[in-house]
């Protein structure tokens, strides 16, 4: 035995240096191996969303709002979702590089994955419609989310330009309803030839947006009609409205 075996086997007795099982290092790769799957599914989810705000981000209203492209761009871009992504992807090469194998892939390379993935999945949840479903949930439950929407109300607040939103609270007739507005205040929308978007139907208690013009006091005629979120409820095409007796 050399001299540096030895002096290697007297600093182990020193210690009192034990060996870890196989145990330890199983459940060590296993553990590190979830975190990685876990970031990039928590991106994935981030993604999601992002591709679901830029597919309903109704690239159209800039003509309505005096804005550019560019600029009505910068405003609707989905920067939360954004960081969220990036901030996971980051995660995700962390762990990633402290596999066994690991090491061995340059970053980019290892980014490069995670973001594919994470984009290819977010995709998938979109298209089965539950980013939709979650959006949902994080605008009803969670609080400093409720305040992103703040832009959105008052794009939406703008009946002079056009663009009108809030609440259907009555059917009048086939070619009216009544609506509250974000700001409680009541119209009467004519809805005659008005187009309903995505698979809304004229509804009570349905958030709506309307594109259209203003009539008179309180009064706006609506060209088309989108839900306020997502694609609304079952519905679409041009209005078909039922009122119950009594309502005329």
Not at 24 to 42: E, H, M, P
Not at 135 to 155: A, M, N, P, Q, S
Not at 192 to 207: A, D, F, H
Not at 209 to 225: D, L, Q, S, T
Request: some cysteine; proline content about 2%; overall charge positive.
């Amino acid at each position: 035995m050399t001299d540096i075996n030895k002096d290697i086997v007297r600093k182990i007795k020193e210690d009192e240096v034990r060996p870890y099982s196989r145990h330890y290092f199983f459940l060590k790769r296993s553990a590190i191996w979830l975190l990685f799957g876990l970031s990039v599914l928590l991106g994935s989810i981030a993604a999601g969303i992002a591709i679901f705000q830029l597919r309903y981000a109704e690239w159209d209203l800039y003509r309505h709002l005096g804005h550019s492209l560019i600029e009505f761009a910068l405003l609707v871009f989905p920067c939360l979702w954004l960081v969220i992504l990036i901030g996971f992807m980051g995660f995700a090469y962390y762990y990633f590089r402290h596999t066994e194998q690991g090491y061995r892939y340059s970053m980019l390379l290892i980014i490069s994955l995670s973001v594919v993935l994470s984009i290819i999945s977010g995709g998938i949840l979109n298209t089965i419609g539950l980013t939709e479903k979650l959006e949902t949930v994080f605008h009803e439950k969670v609080f400093f989310y409720k305040g992103l929407e703040d832009h959105k109300r008052k794009i939406w607040m703008s009946p002079g330009q056009g663009l009108l939103s809030g609440m259907i609270t009555k059917i009048i007739s086939e070619e009216k309803i009544q609506i509250e507005d974000l700001q409680g205040n009541y119209w009467i929308i004519n809805i005659s030839g008005s187009v309903w978007r995505g698979r809304l139907k004229p509804v009570e208690n349905q958030k709506i947006k309307i594109i259209g013009r203003m009539a008179g006091k309180n009064i706006f005629v609506a060209n088309e009609i989108r839900p306020w979120q997502g694609r609304g409820k079952q519905g679409g095409g041009r209005h078909s409205v039922c009122p119950e007796k009594g309502r005329r």
